[in-house]
């Protein structure tokens, strides 16, 4: 079974509107860690934002926000006041527990239309 | 924030030969780095957990003979592509794992576009 879903493979957004981009996760460790990354086509990967399980407040880091939903088992980024330079994929990834290790959603591709 | 750099950032190789890449760490320590392989238009798979001083811990289905890993020092692991075949063409990222930061959070390489042809 797959720890990390992203349903939506692409997704559109108008310059300066926002946009939510889904994550759900599976597991059963109480302790987990949940990461955004964006993927521009140059192939780095930039670290976006974490929300840990144990976090009371939901995350933010300037224009993106998580959406954390524990009972859900969900983790959605909010990009507000979306950018032409957001047009990249994104990945949702979980950390599980003491493991240091992560594992990727398949990722969703944004593309933001001027 | 941390930087992770990686050497070469693309390397075009004949069938058969063998190929390395450099993951370092510039301005922390790594005890723990980790190599990761991505298809197009996929997902990143990790391969294998690099540990300082020992030997790397590989995932399922990742041939150990054919990917060989070396952490020789706390800033500097290596990939080596042994006997590459065009199969192995994909973009090969390395991360770094800052111990300091309390959330376990892994700092990428910008990666390596292999082609071997």
């Known amino acids: 079974a797959q720890k990390i879903t992203q349903t939506q493979p692409g997704m559109f957004v108008q310059e300066k509107e926002a946009v939510t981009l889904d994550c759900t996760y599976d597991t059963s460790d109480p302790s987990y860690g949940l990461f955004w990354y964006k993927q521009p086509s140059s192939g780095e990967m930039i670290f976006l934002i974490y929300?840990?399980?144990?976090?009371?407040q939901n995350a933010t880091e300037g224009r993106y926000s998580l959406n954390f939903q524990k009972a859900r088992k969900s983790a959605n980024l909010v990009i507000s006041a979306s950018q032409l330079g957001d047009s990249a994929m994104y990945f949702c990834?979980?950390?599980?527990?003491?493991?240091?290790?992560?594992?990727f959603g398949k990722g969703t591709k944004l593309t933001v239309n001027p | 924030g941390a930087v992770v750099s990686q050497h070469p950032s693309w390397v075009i190789c004949k069938s058969g030969t063998s190929v390395k890449i450099e993951c370092r760490s510039l301005?922390?320590?790594?005890?723990?780095m980790f190599w990761y392989r991505q298809f197009p238009k996929q997902s990143l798979m990790l391969m294998a957990t690099?540990?300082?001083?020992?030997?790397?811990?590989?995932e399922q289905g990742v041939e150990k003979d054919k990917f060989l890993i070396n952490h020789a020092s706390l800033t500097l692991s290596t990939l080596t592509v042994t006997s590459a075949h065009p199969e192995d063409s994909s973009f090969y990222i390395c991360?770094?794992?800052?111990?300091?930061?309390?959330?376990?959070?892994?700092?990428f390489g910008p990666g390596t576009r292999l082609t071997v042809t």
């Open positions: 990834a979980m950390r599980e527990g003491g493991s240091e290790k992560l594992v």
């Open positions: 690099s540990n300082e001083g020992s030997k790397a811990t590989y």
């Open positions: 301005d922390f320590q790594a005890t723990t």
């Open positions: 991360s770094a794992l800052n111990p300091v930061v309390g959330n376990y959070e892994q700092y």
């Open positions: 929300q840990g399980s144990y976090d009371q």
